[in-house]
């Protein structure tokens, strides 16, 4: 079984989303504890991945070492390349922030 975790700005995000697109979001990243690579689609990297439900994203990091999945941003199509960016030039925050104990889904 997969780690899941999220950030503190996934978590203010996703709270933000209406109700039935959290619950098939919420779905999906059960799905995800057995195996992080049988959903999504990868943007540029195998470990780095979306969930789309209508015009919503979800972007996760997969660590495979750490056996945990890091949940890190929800955009609209809107504003999808702009938090793609964020997650790309941050990444090395990230991994610091998974070796160190991010919050537990």
Do not use: C
């Amino acid at each position: 079984m997969w780690e899941l975790r999220e950030t503190s700005e996934f978590e203010h995000k996703f709270e933000e989303l209406p109700p039935d697109i959290k619950e098939r979001f919420e779905s999906q990243i059960k799905k995800l504890q057995e195996n992080p690579y049988a959903l999504g689609k990868t943007l540029g990297y195998p470990w780095f991945r979306e969930l789309k439900n209508d015009k919503w994203r979800v972007y996760y990091l997969i660590y495979d070492q750490l056996v945990v999945v890091l949940f890190v941003g929800v955009s609209d199509k809107k504003t999808q390349q702009v938090v793609i960016n964020l997650v790309k030039n941050n990444l090395k925050a990230f991994k610091e922030f998974v070796e160190k104990g991010a919050k537990i889904l």
